[in-house]
C-alpha cells in the first residue's frame, strides 16, 4: 500500500511552546488529509481535515487556533500545537487519501506522533 | 449520519483457534467499510475492504469480512489466528456521500500461546 510519513514518532516539549507535527505522502499525491487525535485505549477523534491550497475543515470542539494546520503541497500537511499544554498531551495520527472524491479508497496512515507536554 | 459498534473491547483467542471481531454500521445509503490493525504507538494499516460485489472480502494477513446487508454487519475473521495478531483492530464506515472515516471504539485482541 501507500506510504504516509509521519515526523517525529515523539515529541516532549515545555508547558507554553509550540509543536509541529510533519505528515507526508512518500508515493502518491494526497488531495486531502485528515488529522486525528488518540486518547490511550480508545478510538480515533478526527480533529480536522485538510484539502491541499485551501483552508482545514475543523470538526466541531476543535480550537482552529491552538490546532493551526497548512496543506500546502500535495505531499505534505503540518500541524502545529501551539501554547501547548500538558491536557494537549495525546497520540496524534495523519492520514492522507490520494482522491478526496473517491469514497472506495482506503484512507493510509502515518505511524503517528506520541505529545507530551511537561 | 453514519456510525460503527464495535461491542466487544476484548477479544481473547488460543493461537490456531478462529479469531472473530465484530462490527455492526448504520448508514445512509450504500457503505464502504474498512477494517484496520493497530499495533502500540504505531499508526492504523490498513486490512481490506468491502466496496460492492462479492460479501465475502479476503485482506491483508489471511484476515477476511463477511459483509451482511440485513443485519448491518461487517465482521472481522481469521481461521487460525497467531500471536502475532493481538493488536487492537478498528473497523470503520464510510458514508457514499461523505468521505470522512467514522471508527468504532476498537476491539483488543490477544491471541495466547
Known amino acids: 500500500g501507500a506510504v504516509v510519513s509521519q515526523h517525529p514518532s515523539w515529541v516532549i516539549c515545555k508547558s507554553g511552546t509550540s509543536v509541529k507535527i510533519e505528515c507526508r505522502s512518500l508515493?502518491?499525491?494526497?488531495?486531502?488529509m485528515f488529522w486525528y487525535r488518540q486518547f490511550p485505549k480508545q478510538s480515533l477523534m478526527l480533529m480536522a481535515t485538510?484539502?491541499?491550497?485551501?483552508?482545514?475543515?475543523?470538526e466541531q470542539g476543535v480550537e482552529k487556533d491552538k490546532f493551526l494546520i497548512n496543506h500546502a503541497s500535495l505531499t505534505l500537511s503540518t500541524l502545529t500545537v501551539t501554547s501547548a499544554h500538558p491536557e494537549d498531551s495525546s497520540f496524534y495520527i495523519c492520514?492522507?487519501?490520494?482522491?478526496?472524491?473517491?469514497?472506495?479508497?482506503?484512507?493510509?496512515f502515518g505511524q503517528g506522533t506520541r505529545l507530551t507536554v511537561v | 449520519a453514519q456510525s460503527v459498534a464495535q461491542p466487544e473491547d476484548q477479544v481473547n483467542v488460543a493461537e490456531g483457534n478462529p479469531l472473530t471481531v465484530k462490527c455492526t454500521y448504520s448508514?445512509?445509503?450504500?457503505?464502504?467499510l474498512f477494517w484496520y490493525v493497530q499495533y502500540p504507538n504505531r499508526g492504523l494499516q490498513f486490512l481490506l475492504k468491502?466496496?460492492?460485489?462479492?460479501?465475502l472480502v479476503k485482506g491483508s494477513y489471511g484476515f477476511e469480512a463477511e459483509f451482511n446487508k440485513s443485519q448491518t454487519s461487517f465482521h472481522l475473521k481469521k481461521p487460525s489466528a497467531l500471536v502475532s495478531d493481538s493488536a487492537l483492530y478498528f473497523c470503520?464506515?464510510?458514508?457514499?456521500?461523505?468521505?470522512?472515516?467514522?471508527f468504532g471504539a476498537g476491539t483488543t485482541v490477544t491471541v495466547r500461546a
Open positions: 492520514s492522507a487519501q490520494a482522491d478526496s472524491n473517491a469514497m472506495n479508497t482506503e484512507a493510509f
Open positions: 508515493d502518491f499525491q494526497a488531495t486531502t
Open positions: 485538510s484539502n491541499e491550497g485551501s483552508k482545514a475543515t475543523y
Open positions: 448508514v445512509s445509503g450504500n457503505p464502504y
Open positions: 468491502y466496496i460492492t460485489g462479492d460479501n
Open positions: 470503520a464506515v464510510r458514508q457514499s456521500t461523505r468521505y470522512k472515516l467514522s
